[in-house]
């Protein structure tokens, strides 16, 4: 969807290492999501924010951090890359829950 | 936060043949419901949303789904579907809190 980008599409990165990934949004929507999605599973919610600097965790939110200093920005922080985390990640907006959500195109990462 | 169960992880159907797919919710004083459609390598698509008021609600490529409060269900059909309709399908349940539970997901093949 053209007003939520998320970035990078795809990344490798090792055991250990610190990993962000960003979701950018120009719906000026004020609720913002990280889920992972995994076989089996369907998606899961990691973490979600509700405004500026307001933020949750979900039902999968350890070893994840999230920040968002503005209303566009939502960044996802593995502090410490593990093998568990390789997965795809889904950024999503909404309005409110009346709405649904509008979805990113993801971001496939893969931790080696 | 509520529970959703889809009955069918995998939906082998031939092209214009019908078909359903099964999901049931937790139960809860008033919820949203939510089908969401997963094209192979793409992020999540609303399909169609239940509020409030008739509990049949359509979308536009041919697709419906029924709320019964009574069973906890949110049922997805298709009279004839079309080999293009191959894709996951996502059952998601909100209870006002801005949060969506989704269901493990449903693959549905068409085959001519």
């Known amino acids: 969807d053209a007003g939520i980008t998320q970035s990078p599409r795809h990344k490798v990165t090792e055991t250990g290492t610190p990993v962000t990934l960003r979701c950018h949004q120009t719906?000026?929507?004020?609720?913002m999501y990280w889920y992972r999605q995994d076989p089996g599973h369907g998606l899961r919610l990691i973490h979600y924010?509700?405004?500026?600097?307001?933020?949750d965790k979900g039902e999968v939110s350890d070893g994840y951090s999230v920040s968002r200093s503005k209303t566009e920005d939502f960044l996802l922080t593995l502090e410490s890359a593990t093998s568990s985390q390789t997965s795809v990640y889904f950024c999503?907006?909404?309005?409110?829950?009346?709405?649904?959500?509008?979805f990113g195109s993801g971001t496939r990462l893969t931790v080696v | 936060a509520q529970s959703v169960t889809q009955l069918d992880s995998q939906v082998p159907v031939f092209e214009e043949a019908p078909v359903e797919l099964r999901c049931n919710y937790s139960?809860?004083?008033?919820?949203?419901l939510f089908w969401y459609v997963q094209y192979p390598n793409q992020g999540l698509q609303l399909l169609l949303k239940?509020?409030?008021?008739?509990?049949l609600v359509e979308s536009i490529n041919g697709f419906e789904a029924e709320f019964n409060k009574s069973q906890t269900s949110f049922h997805l059909r298709k009279p004839s579907v079309h080999i293009s309709d191959t894709a996951e399908y996502f059952c998601?349940?909100?209870?006002?809190?801005?949060?969506?539970?989704f269901g493990a997901g449903t693959t549905v093949t068409v085959r001519a």
């Open positions: 999503a907006i909404s309005r409110d829950s009346n709405y649904g959500y509008t």
């Open positions: 719906e000026n929507h004020r609720y």
């Open positions: 924010s509700y405004g500026v600097k307001d933020t």
């Open positions: 139960s809860s004083v008033s919820v949203y």
């Open positions: 239940y509020l409030s008021g008739s509990t």
């Open positions: 998601a349940v909100s209870s006002n809190d801005y949060k969506l539970s």
